[in-house]
């Protein structure tokens, strides 16, 4: 049962993190040059 429980684990801890990198991934690394244009109208 004990072994059970350490797989499901492990399984359930891979999807959580590939889920998490999926998105880091496909968007790129964050970059210095990016700008907010929103803080650019001076409301």
Do not use: F, K
């Not at 496909?26 to 001076?42: I, K, T, V, W, Y």
Request: charged share 15%; with cysteine.
């Amino acid at each position: 049962m004990e072994t059970a429980i350490s797989v499901a684990t492990s399984i359930s801890c891979s999807l959580v993190s590939s889920t998490g990198h999926a998105p880091y991934t496909a968007s790129g690394q964050p970059s210095e040059e990016l700008r907010d244009p929103s803080g650019e109208h001076g409301d």
